[in-house]
């Protein structure tokens, strides 16, 4: 242990005040010098509570006191020993009321508030400790707003004792210089309710650990010996569960004692003895009959006199040891004894060694001794019980990520039945606990209640704060400070980059080998994932001690490690660095000349992460780091307009049609005048309209606007896509290219790579359905793929295009298996809809291949992937598809049934889709001697197919055309559609359709296709 009290330290704690209702009366009633004697005695009653429960007393203000638990460390529970020792205060101060009544015909009457929470604690060798922080406010603000008598305590405090005291909530007070109504519960007692809890879930896990203490048993009961079970675990982790959980199904004849060590107090050493012999009511006089007279006295010693817990008057302690085991020896020969020693980590060395005797010198009786402790035992007495045969230690890890899941689930179903539960997603709320509780039941629980109450944005639950704060409290000076700085690294960490935070001047750096293993040895670390690597065992810990370190701290030390970043080829987490040095600066030092600077570079390089996630097409970590970039980069900045245009990117590939507006109406109020930028703004609104489908863009004016500004490279090169955008959607690959091309140099000249990778990718995408040759496209896709590297997301469009066009060229088996590779990494990324066009162009080589079966399977699994995420066009293309691949089978009525269903569908058809329709209802009524039909159809679609210049489409209608005039027995116009087919697929190198053709000019009239 220590008290960290060097430097100023960031800390959890509890504030009471304490003060007396109308001393100003009593002033004016009594003779100054009675009045100092009243008030010695008044404070002498406060003091003492306080004291008694671990408190310190901070100062006197007028009749005032300020006291605090927590102070130098804290213990875990400090906000029940505050309450308790308010009560006790509180009680004492009406005893002497009512004595002064007699004796001076007085009354005294004092009232309580108590708060808990941060604040700041500087603890100079010499000076007066002083606590900072609205904490302190608060309690006195408590204070005065209790009636005399009454404790109030804030919500922290309520929530942290509400399961030990009971407490009723007061209407929100209005508190001076509080903005907002404070929330107050009133105590009622410091005792729990007396109905016993129940367990709110059955047991999860732990059937293992539950049948080694069975087992323990059935030995005790088979040799009947003494044995010991120590239960070892973090608080919370399920030890008194488990016990309890073992208990009941104990066969009925077992008797059971059960003893708590409490975890402060006066004399008692003892207690969980007497709490023992409590329990044997009616049997204590049985169990007496046999022991010796000293023995029996000793231990009604111990359960009377000064009240229960006293030490024995006159017994010694060897005398008592002796007397303990002739009770459990006693009771033994009755029948099977299980004690359960709870909370052994606060036991007194007296009651250990007491234990221990018992286990080394009981006689051949059955007793199992079962421990339940927290593994600050085994610091406190590292060889408990161990060179026992008899002796079994059990360590309870965390539960598993299933378990945990259970337990939240069950959790949840038991306070959604209780009706006190509003609206709250249980898929939402269950993955944020069970992650966010490290395995630990009781945190589980605490956090879940919390998230149900507060909503959302729950802080960390005060009860868990505490809990960890007093295992971090135990550790050295130098293990405390190497975990801050870890903390402030991360989750996990090196020794390098600690080495990084201990060279911000402040400090010289020590060496870490030895507290590193201290810190292993106290499994708060552990060895991480990569060699040389640590991290955190439990997150909670990590981000307590990341909460309780002091700001300024952590603002120097995340600078630090930006510092070190920036110079670094692996820039990870130099954007998060930047930004909480920046906001912790802001917080804590708002006039920092380095801050402007440090706030620009920060919100650069927010700006640039959340770019790069956008391209990874990680969107809503892209929509988060942008958004978070633009809060930091200053109005005015002329950053704020290619931002915009990024955060609306996200916008719209999320389908989040409000967030990319309101990226470009935030543009315009943080640029306001700027002329480029409203016209960037306004090709956007374009770019939405057409992507959103909300109305049809025009970007002729946009054009006509920008003519007076060539320079604007922006707006341009925007503009540039939102012209292939309109390109695309009539069918006009060509030109969507060129537009596409003139973007691209538009981005060169800006030096934007984001624009360019952008635009590369379009065209890579484009070069399918481009008349540009395959020769030249695959080339492209090669300098992708090498420019993309190992981004699989910026990948992937590539594969699918080299897919396609490699089938295109005849190599089916290559193109398998790209598309196979694309699969994997739609897959392994989640990419949904890049996973539909995957699954698109496995259909169109498949149906290259001849395997039409296969292709339409596939193109059904496309269309409704695209249905369910609401892209209704691409999905109706492929159902067109799918009505292709069955004509292409044979199956004439399922293929006419489904292309009257898509021609009859609304609305939202792509150019190309319309006529591959119209296509395929001419080849539908050809082959059913539609004849007339068949050719009004053929001559529709050769007269839209001068609107489309995808030679592969146009290869494919004009094949279809030549089918439709064949099976009329038109030859020449047969052949002349076949040689304009063939002439398309040429253009473009597309070798295997062209052969397709060339195959079915060859079977003559009527041959029909067969699945391979
Ligand atoms: N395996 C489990 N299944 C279901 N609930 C559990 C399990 N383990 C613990 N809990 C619940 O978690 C909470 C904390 O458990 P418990 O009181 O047993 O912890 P503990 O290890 O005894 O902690 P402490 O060191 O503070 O005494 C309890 O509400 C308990 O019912
Ligand atoms: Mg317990």
């Not at 030895?514 to 292993?520: D, I, K, S, V």
């Not at 703004?681 to 959103?692: H, P, S, T, W």
């Amino acid at each position: 242990m220590n008290s960290r009290a060097s430097r100023p330290a960031r800390r959890h704690v509890v504030v009471v005040f304490i003060d007396l209702v109308g001393s100003t009366e009593l002033a004016e009633r009594l003779d100054p010098e009675l009045l100092r004697h009243v008030l010695d005695r008044y404070y002498q009653a406060c003091t003492s509570g306080i004291v008694e429960h671990g408190g310190v007393v901070e100062k006197y203000i007028g009749d005032a006191i300020m006291a605090t638990f927590g102070i130098p460390i804290s213990k875990g529970d400090d906000a029940i020993r505050a309450v308790r020792a308010a009560h006790d205060a509180l009680a004492r101060v009406r005893d002497l009321s009512d004595a002064l009544g007699h004796t001076h015909g007085i009354r005294l009457d004092a009232h309580c508030g108590i708060s808990a929470g941060e604040a700041v604690v500087i603890d100079l060798p010499g000076a007066d400790l002083r606590v900072i922080g609205d904490t302190v406010n608060t309690a006195s603000r408590l204070q005065s707003a209790a009636s005399g008598g009454e404790i109030l305590v804030g919500e922290d405090v309520a929530r942290m004792v509400r399961s030990q005291a009971r407490v009723e909530p007061v209407p929100p007070l209005r508190l001076k210089g509080k903005s907002s109504p404070v929330r107050a519960w009133r105590l009622l007692s410091p005792e729990p309710d007396a109905r016993p809890r129940e367990d709110p879930t059955p047991l999860i896990g732990r059937a293992a650990e539950l049948e080694r203490l069975h087992e323990a048993h059935r030995r005790v009961v088979r040799e009947r010996r003494c044995h010991v079970v120590t239960l070892l675990g973090a608080p919370g982790i399920g030890k008194s569960r488990l016990v309890r959980e073992f208990l009941g199904g104990l066969p009925e004849e077992t008797t059971v004692l059960t003893g708590r060590c409490p975890s402060y107090g006066v004399g008692v050493t003892y207690r969980p003895i007497t709490e023992m012999i409590g329990s044997l009511n009616g049997r204590w006089p049985s169990a007496a009959a046999p022991m010796e007279a000293a023995s029996v006295s000793a231990l009604r010693g111990l359960t009377a006199g000064a009240g229960p817990g006293r030490s024995g008057d006159g017994a010694g302690v060897e005398e008592i040891s002796r007397a303990v085991r002739a009770l459990f020896e006693s009771l033994a020969r009755r029948g099977p004894v299980v004690a359960v020693w709870e909370d052994l980590q606060w036991a007194e060395t007296t009651l250990l060694d007491l234990i221990e005797d018992l286990a080394a010198w009981l006689p051949d009786v059955p007793v199992l001794l079962v421990c339940a402790a927290r593994p600050e035992l085994a610091d406190i007495r590292p060889a408990w019980c161990g060179d026992r045969e008899c002796a079994v230690h059990l360590e309870l890890g965390p539960l598993d990520r299933p378990g945990m899941e259970r337990l939240v689930a069950a959790l949840y179903t038991g306070r959604a039945a209780s009706a006190e539960v509003v609206a709250h997603r249980v898929d939402d709320l269950c993955p944020r606990v069970v992650d966010g509780s490290d395995g630990n039941p009781l945190f589980a629980e605490l956090m879940l209640e919390m998230l149900l109450e507060e909503g959302e944005d729950a802080p960390l639950p005060p009860t868990i704060q505490a809990l960890l704060g007093a295992r971090l409290d135990r550790l050295g000076d130098g293990e405390r400070d190497v975990l801050e700085r870890a903390a402030t690294i991360g989750h996990v960490f090196t020794a390098d980059r600690l080495r990084v935070v201990f060279h911000d001047g402040e400090e010289r750096r020590p060496g870490l080998d030895e507290p590193l293993a201290r810190l292993g040895r106290h499994r708060l670390i552990q060895h991480g994932p990569a060699p040389g690597s640590y991290q955190f065992t439990q997150t909670l810990t990590r981000d307590t001690v990341y909460a309780m370190t002091r700001k300024e701290l952590r603002a120097a030390w995340h600078l630090a490690l930006a510092d070190h970043l920036s110079g670094q080829a692996e820039q990870d987490d130099l954007a998060h660095h930047l930004e909480a040095a920046c906001r912790f600066t802001r917080e804590v030092r708002p006039d920092d000349p380095g801050l402007p600077a440090l706030t620009e570079r920060a919100a650069r390089a927010l700006i640039g992460e959340g770019t790069h996630a956008l391209h990874r097409k990680d969107l809503p970590a892209a929509i988060a780091l942008l958004e978070r970039g633009r809060e930091l980069l200053p109005p005015g900045d002329a950053g704020h307009r290619p931002l915009a245009v990024r955060i609306c990117d996200a916008g719209l590939a999320r389908g989040d049609r409000d967030r990319a507006f309101a990226a470009l109406d935030a543009a315009e109020r943080l640029l306001p005048g700027d002329r480029r930028n409203a016209t960037t703004c306004a090709v956007q609104r374009e770019i939405l309209a057409a992507r959103f489908g909300t109305r049809p863009p025009e970007p002729g004016p946009l054009r006509e606007l920008l003519a007076a500004d060539p320079g604007d490279d922006l707006s341009w090169c925007r503009l540039h896509q939102l012209e292939a955008l309109v390109d695309l959607d009539e069918g006009r690959f060509g030109a969507a290219e060129t537009a596409l091309r003139d973007g691209l140099a538009r981005a060169a000249s800006l030096g934007d790579g984001y624009e360019e990778n952008r635009l590369l990718s379009g065209l890579c995408e484009l070069a399918q359905w481009s008349p540009t040759p395959i020769g030249e496209s695959l080339a492209l896709c090669a300098d992708l793929a090498a420019r993309f590297g190992g981004d699989r997301a910026l990948l992937v469009p590539v594969l699918i295009t080299r897919g396609r066009l490699l089938a295109l060229s005849g190599d089916i088996t290559a193109a398998r298996a790209v598309l196979a590779t694309a699969d994997r990494h739609v897959r392994d990324l989640h990419l949904d809809l890049a996973a539909a066009a995957v699954v698109q162009v496995q259909g169109l080589v498949e149906s290259l291949a001849g395997r039409h079966a296969t292709a339409e399977e596939l193109f059904r699994r496309g269309a409704a992937a695209l249905r369910a995420a609401g892209q209704v066009g691409p999905a109706l293309t492929l159902e067109a598809y799918e009505a292709r691949e069955l004509l292409r089978q044979g199956r004439l009525p399922e293929a006419g049934r489904a292309l009257a269903r898509l021609t009859a569908e609304p609305g939202g058809r792509h150019a190309r889709t319309e006529l591959l329709l119209i296509a395929l209802r001419a080849g539908v009524e050809a082959r059913r001697g539609e004849h007339r039909a068949a050719a009004a159809l053929a001559a529709l679609a050769l007269e839209r197919l001068g609107l489309i210049d995808d030679p592969c489409l146009r290869g494919d209608v004009l094949a279809e055309i030549a089918d439709v005039h064949r099976a009329a027995g038109r030859t020449a116009e047969s052949a002349d559609a076949a040689g304009r087919a063939l002439r398309a697929y040429a253009a473009k190198g597309a070798a295997l359709p062209a052969e397709r053709v060339r195959v079915r000019l060859a079977a003559g009239p009527g041959g029909e296709e067969v699945e391979r």
